[in-house]
């Protein structure tokens, strides 16, 4: 049986995940950001007691297929910006769609109605904290970091940074 599971982001919500299921005498198979996949199924009580432990955590069960379908969005925006080498020259809209199996029109209409704000400006946000995140570990130069991401540029990189914080990148490795 496959559960979803809203605001899984990293290895760290893949271990509570587990360490939940386990507690209810589930077994799990697989963890996955936003999925997970146990041998039992599950009674209706049973999964709405698992929900209300995981909401302790800020993680929570969906049932809804639209709510599932934005989760696997999201999940997917952060593979691909995180992931870029698996996604070398790819466009966003067909990696979605393909991922997906549905258009991409279909997926940012669904995306914007449940999470009010459109998949692209989410896209944007994302991949600003993995600038912030890539900054902050100073492994890359700027440069690096913008064609890692797939920016056109380095200006690109700094205008998008700039208009989605208010921060200059220099004035962001300064104050760090």
């Known amino acids: 049986m496959d559960l979803y599971i809203k605001n899984m982001v990293s290895l760290r919500c893949k271990i ?69 080498e698996e996604n070398v020259k790819i466009n966003f809209s067909d990696y979605m769609s393909e991922k997906l199996h549905f258009s991409y029109g279909h997926l940012a209409g669904l995306f914007s109605e449940v999470r009010h704000m459109s998949i692209a400006h989410y896209f944007i ?31 690109h990189l700094s205008n998008q940074f700039k208009k989605t914080t208010g921060l200059a990148q220099v004035n962001l490795k300064i104050q760090i």
Do not use: W
Request: proline share 1%.
């Open 16 to 84: 509570v995940v587990r360490k939940e299921i386990e507690a209810f005498g589930l077994h799990c198979i697989n963890v996955e950001l936003g999925k997970v996949e146990i041998t039992e199924n599950i009674s209706s009580e049973k999964f709405y007691e698992l929900n209300s432990s995981l909401k302790k955590t800020g993680l929570e069960l969906l049932e809804d297929q639209n709510l599932i379908l934005v989760e696997k969005m999201r999940n997917l925006i952060i593979k691909f910006i995180y992931n870029p």
């Open 125 to 155: 946000l994302i991949k600003t904290e993995r600038v912030k995140q890539l900054i902050c570990d100073e492994e890359l130069t700027l440069s690096e970091i913008a064609d890692s991401l797939q920016y056109s540029s380095l200006a």
